[in-house]
């Protein structure tokens, strides 16, 4: 049995055994299930900015205003901008923004900044050329604002270039994300334009170990609520969000009012993408759904993440990601080498002061106290490779070869050619409405 991979750029071809000892042994493909694409998503598009789901059309809410700054995602997230961008920035000179006063930032959190090629990639060659866009650097505290605390405790710092805008906008697209529960909204503003100080404290272990942050979980999971008292604290004034189908293709439309237009695309994507499946599986193959996503290792742990709601505990993950950037940032690299063990990992951090990272690398410990996970990562470095804390192989006949001699007697195996675009879960786990 062939299996087409998303991996890179190009993919990978996984040959899978038709006969897989044990003796009865079933490969199970889960792909992610998509919504239609809209015929015209530009129309879409524009009915959204004009007929919103809550709040004023966002050229009534622009009148007025003197600046605008828009919040959009960085290179590791294939966010349409290119046909999202140009309605928006329309819009705001319409209603009397000039140009020069509308500035598009790019959402970085604490990875690295977009080069001049990526800001092209971003934002569309057009618009890159014609208005501000620039990066936010989450270590430069003097270009954030103290905008207080939360009621959890948060420091909140957000970009003074968005804070001190006359109209605050964020721009993103709506999946499965393996803290806050889905991406979009709120996020595009923290952790996107949050100083390093806030970024840790909403990736510190209070947050990471309740089981509530997770892929998909939106009720009583205490970082979505973070990250909403964060955006009421930055005024959020509006939001546009997209959910995509393969190729970048847009299948819905979500704008206006943060809160509710945000809430409404994630019920969307929930009920069009979630696949409902009987039971548990023994194991499971899984990607980090391709490039750009699979371009570092830190960035590859969310194909582990959404493989772990799947198997049964004990089970194996084995895990196939290029890896062509390696590991990921210096802070996430030398965590990675220094850690002997996910239980020696988890106690350490557990009490200290959060580093810059290492919530990945906590996830990913988290997972390994449940099941077993191997890794085909061919672009890790073997310095690294060397450090997981599980086989790593740099061939996927070999990796494949290994998982397939740990598995018990008529083993049912998932495989998810693009394992973080796989939302699925057992019947026996319904999921609530969303809450405004």
Known sequence: ?????????????????????????????????WATPLDDPRAAIERALDQP???????????????????????????????????????????????????????TGLHRPATPEEIAAIVGPEIASQYRVENHFARRQDDHRRLG??????????????????????????EQHLMAGFSGGRKLIAPGLAYQE???????????????????SIEHNPLHAELLEIATLAQHDFALDVALAPGR??????????????????????????????????????SAAGYPLDLTFYQS???????????????????VSECAEGAGAAEFSRLLLESPSPS????????????????????????????????????????????????????????????VSMLPAAAQVAVLPEGPYVFARPTACPVEPVAV
């Open 198 to 216: 806030t970024i840790r404290a909403l990736h510190s272990p209070r947050f990471m170990r309740d089981s509530n942050a997770v892929e998909g």
């Open 53 to 107: 789901l809550a709040g004023p059309s966002l050229e009534e809410l622009a009148r007025g205003r003197s600046s605008a700054a828009i919040s959009v995602c960085d290179i590791t997230r294939p966010a349409p901008n290119q046909l999202t961008l140009p309605p928006l920035v329309e819009r705001l000179q319409r209603a009397g923004i000039a140009r020069e006063n509308i500035t598009i930032l790019i959402a």
């Open 249 to 286: 293709r847009i299948c819905g439309v979500f704008a206006g009012a943060p809160r509710a237009s945000h809430a409404a695309g994630i019920e969307f994507v929930r009920d069009r993408t979630t696949a409902w499946i009987p039971g548990l599986f023994d194991a499971a193959i899984t």
């Open 149 to 174: 605390t939360t009621s959890r405790g948060t420091p909140v710092w957000i970009d003074r270039r968005f804070t001190d805008a006359g109209l605050r906008i964020t721009l993103g697209f709506i």
């Open 344 to 403: 020696a990992f988890l106690e350490k951090i557990e009490h200290a002061s959060v580093e810059v990272d290492q919530w990945q690398l906590e996830k990913l410990a988290l997972v390994f106290l449940s099941h077993r996970v191997l890794f085909c990562v061919p672009g890790l470095p073997a310095e690294f490779r060397a450090k997981l804390w599980g086989p790593a192989f740099s061939s996927a006949a070999g990796s494949v070869a290994a998982l």
């Open 1 to 33: 049995m062939n299996v087409d991979l998303a991996f890179g750029r190009h993919g990978l071809r996984l040959e899978l055994p038709e006969d897989p000892a044990p003796a009865g042994a079933r490969w199970n493909l889960l792909e992610p299930r």
């Open 301 to 319: 742990v969310k194909g582990v993440t959404a493989a772990a709601h799947i198997v049964k505990p004990g089970g194996a993950i084995l895990l």
